[in-house]
């Protein structure tokens, strides 16, 4: 970084200050000759000591999480929603979300500071404020959450994202994408979504709405989708056209999906004409961005292991050769928590941009050796 | 640069020398007042002295011309071609672009200098050494294209691009996308094609394949596709597709359509369902990239005037609001030149990576100031 060593042992002592990082010995490694001099101290970032709170809110349910740096999941709650306007309003989901914040920090470990919030939204969001442009397995349409996340949580930066977006971040950066340039993350839940990064960049696109997975045609004369189209992939890969395929009712949720699935038979076709469907679109999406690797997740990821080889024969047949070679399909690492952990990642985003103001602003002033900038 | 004024001059002097760039003096400027000391010469490129060859291998035609820096086309000349196996072998073909390039190079005024190929295919390309890995509508595979160009014209560097990563680097460069970092570009022809600039760069894919729009699946009970999959957008806008629709045998070829086309009542219906095919696929493209652009191309874009009506309302249909809202739909600015321009394009980048070893290649060594760089 071009700085040096009394300038970086001052950042570090004021980044110690702040409870950020620890400073500690390094062990005496017997397998490298002893070195001359004072040995260097080991900085590591104080990952039991700063965390930030990441929420999830999905058709049926939200989960809210207290994470650690490097995507620890520290503490947990799940609440299940019934699906219906009733409970879908901002304003309700907020409620919940406050609850459900309150009771995660009154769990947390006495010393640990809370340095933001980030939320996951299975709709359409500009990321500059925190709008919902549009989320129509919620209702939502122009629903200002990141102004809502403000005035109820001012004392800590928020960030609300698409969970897709987020899903895929997390697996990019610590999942199944792991180094990997042009990546496919499908979110199936309700709502199917999507998000993709390409060349080794996310995939933003004109105004940051690219990555609507669920919304590609892939039926013409299929059902009507809630965004009002007809045969979007959605209406046939997404949890209603699963719990359907089941012989469930559609607002089943997922802990009976889960168990509905434990239950069919090895060899059963109920599911078929929902895998056929998948590797069609998936087809689609590989001859269309020729990605390395294409990851189901969302809780289509249950699924997947009773329709993987209908998917991939689907896949097989509708795919050109070239592209259609090179793509490996695979479950997200982090399983149910991908879209958490992104939001997570969010949430650390000003922190890592400016600690001295995100960890300042919640401690005794003056502490640091070095002047304090504010955000 | 980081250049000093006698290094620039010395390099200037061998350019020129070259050929590749005129040096003159700027003509005094009467709205600036004069400034001291000698006016710096004004170096422009030297269209008009260096020129390319560049080729659109169509399925139904193929056309060659010549073109200089800027993308001007010099000389052209353009061959009908039979539609089918008969005429489309690697040999026929490579032999037809010998005799119509040895007839542009005839033409060509004394004392200009070809220095590159560039040839536009429709089919999936290895750039790295111009290996055709399929191209369905040619009956194409594992053609090796570019190391027949460097077997038969040895002494020109060759390149081989896809036509519609072609169409859309032009049209990005010189055409309808300039300055616009979010750009879908449709090939229609017999075949359909396209590319993609996305975030500002173009989409390769993991392995270069990027951009098929023609095989994005869009009628899963749709006509078997030339690739052999069913349904793919190509079989319902393609060329045939629209043959079809207007009452024609499948092989009538580029001049004929353009002939019916003029025939068409306004308010007849007959290409209605090639319009709502279009714009059923543009939509499910926006959902998933969220382009500012895009660009009808190829053969469609001669009978986009006439389904527009009806793409743009089955676009709306079935697209998001929020990228719905954002995307224009255009045609290409460089109209049917826009792959061969963009294989131009192509055949300059050794030029441009390397002005002494191409020029040098060509003319007497050692008139260059400075000593010459072989690649």
Request: charged share 20%; net charge negative.
């Given at each position: 970084m071009g700085l040096n060593r009394s300038t970086i042992g001052a950042l570090v002592s004021e980044l110690a200050g702040l409870g950020a990082v620890h400073e500690h010995r390094p062990e005496a490694d017997p397998s490298r000759p002893a070195t001359a001099g004072r040995p260097s101290l080991r900085v590591v970032p104080a990952a039991d000591r700063v965390q930030v709170l990441a929420a999830d809110i999905a058709v049926d349910r939200i989960v809210v999480a207290l994470i650690g740096l490097?995507?620890?999941?520290v503490t947990r709650r799940r609440r299940r929603r019934t699906i219906g306007p009733a409970s879908s309003g901002p304003a309700q989901v907020l409620a919940v979300l406050g609850e459900m914040f309150d009771a995660v920090l009154a769990d947390r470990d006495p010393g640990v500071e809370v340095v933001g919030i980030g939320v996951a939204v299975p709709g359409v969001v500009r990321?500059?404020?925190?709008?919902?442009?549009?989320a129509p397995n919620l209702g939502?349409?122009?629903?200002?959450l990141g102004e809502m996340l403000r005035d109820r949580f001012g004392h800590l930066p928020s960030r609300v994202g698409n969970d897709a977006d987020l899903g895929l971040l997390a697996e990019h950066r610590r999942g199944a994408?792991?180094?990997?340039d042009d990546v496919v993350f499908l979110a199936g839940d309700v709502g199917v979504g999507g998000g993709m990064v390409l060349g080794g960049r996310p995939l933003i696109g004109a105004g940051g709405?690219?990555?609507?997975?669920?919304?590609?045609?892939?039926?013409?004369?299929?059902r009507r989708c809630r965004c009002g189209a007809?045969?979007?992939?959605e209406t046939e890969i997404g949890l209603p056209a699963v719990l359907r395929a089941l012989g469930?009712?559609?607002?089943?949720g997922s802990e009976g999906l889960s168990e509905a699935l434990a239950r069919v038979e090895p060899g059963?076709?109920?599911l078929d004409d929902v895998g056929r469907h998948l590797g069609l679109g998936m087809a689609s999406i590989v001859n269309l961005v020729n990605p390395r690797l294409f990851i189901v997740g969302g809780l289509l990821r249950e699924v997947y292991p009773l329709i993987e080889d209908v998917a991939r024969s689907a896949l097989a047949e509708a795919a050109l050769v070239a592209p259609g070679e090179q793509v490996r399909i695979d479950v997200p690492l982090?399983?149910?928590?991908a879209s958490l952990v992104g939001a997570s990642e969010l949430a650390w985003s000003d922190l890592l941009a400016d600690p001295t103001a995100v960890l300042g602003a919640g401690t005794a002033p003056g502490r640091g050796t070095v002047p304090r900038r504010r955000a």
């Open positions: 490097g995507g620890t999941v990321s500059r404020d925190g709008l919902v442009r549009f939502w349409v122009d629903v200002p994408a792991r180094g990997i709405y690219a990555g609507e997975l669920g919304h590609m045609m892939i039926r013409p004369d299929g007809h045969g979007c992939w469930l009712p559609e607002d089943t059963s076709t109920v982090l399983g149910g928590d």
